[in-house]
């Protein structure tokens, strides 16, 4: 079964700060990955996903994300974070081979806090 | 483009009952899934409809069961409501098999209380 892992479930950083948020994932089969982002009352929002070619992805509002199979990790940054950022993010993970029958799996989610 | 619109917003409901939600894709999306996200969890599958026929299930009991209709919208039905049932129940529609890598567009939920 796969699953995916969050390593800190809550962030607080101050403006300008760099983020991180890691993600690690366990799926036996090639995989699409993505983060979401879930502002203060808001849907989910797509900030970027991988399924192929080059490991660095970059996403809206300046994220970006490194796929390293080896490592089986999709880790999340911002070179400077803003206040406007403040949010609940998610990583997420589907098989290729189901052709996305099988759903995303996500994990548990990061609660991201930034202070003025 | 219209996204995916899910109704109703709240709901409160009774142990034992039975409930019915909604979603509406986005436009050119035929694929419909279904999550369950409890309170500080991240969502879970439940299953997925394409051309009106589940094609995948997450780990959900029967009485979870759904819909979907020749304009690609569907439906969550729950019976037999249990506390544990209480959450944050979105829909997400996507382009369909083979094309998972193109994304999924979330709603903003239906917010189920059951009492």
């Known amino acids: 079964a796969q699953s995916v892992s969050q390593h800190n479930h809550h962030v607080i950083l101050s403006e300008a700060a760099s983020l991180e948020l890691g993600c690690n994932y366990s799926?036996?089969?090639?995989?699409?990955l993505f983060w979401y982002v879930q502002y203060p009352g808001q849907h989910l929002q797509l900030l970027l996903k991988?399924?192929?070619?080059?490991?660095l992805v970059k996403g809206i509002k300046g994220f970006e994300a490194e796929f390293i199979k080896s490592k089986f990790s999709f880790n999340l940054r911002k070179p400077s974070v803003q206040w406007s950022d403040t949010a609940e993010y998610f990583c997420a993970v589907n098989g290729v081979s189901g052709g996305g029958a099988d759903g995303l799996t996500f994990g548990k989610g990061t609660h991201l806090i930034i202070q003025p | 483009e219209t996204g995916v619109t899910q109704s109703p917003t709240h709901l409160i409901k009774t142990r034992g009952q039975q409930v019915t939600l909604r979603c509406s894709s986005q436009?050119?999306?035929?694929?419909v899934s279904w999550y369950q996200q409890a309170l500080g969890q991240g969502p879970q599958f439940i299953f997925q409809?394409?051309?009106?026929?589940?094609?995948g299930r997450g780990n959900f009991p029967p009485r979870f069961s759904g819909l979907q209709f020749p304009n690609y919208s569907s439906e969550l039905n729950v019976n037999a409501l249990e506390l544990d049932d209480s959450a944050l129940y979105l829909c997400?529609?996507?382009?369909?098999?083979?094309?998972?890598?193109?994304?999924?567009?979330f709603g903003s939920g239906t917010r189920l209380t059951v009492v």
């Open positions: 997400a529609s996507s382009l369909g098999p083979g094309k998972a890598n193109y994304g999924y567009t």
């Open positions: 991988y399924f192929s070619g080059d490991p």
């Open positions: 409809y394409y051309r009106e026929e589940e094609n």
């Open positions: 436009s050119g999306h035929n694929t």
């Open positions: 799926y036996g089969g090639t995989v699409n």
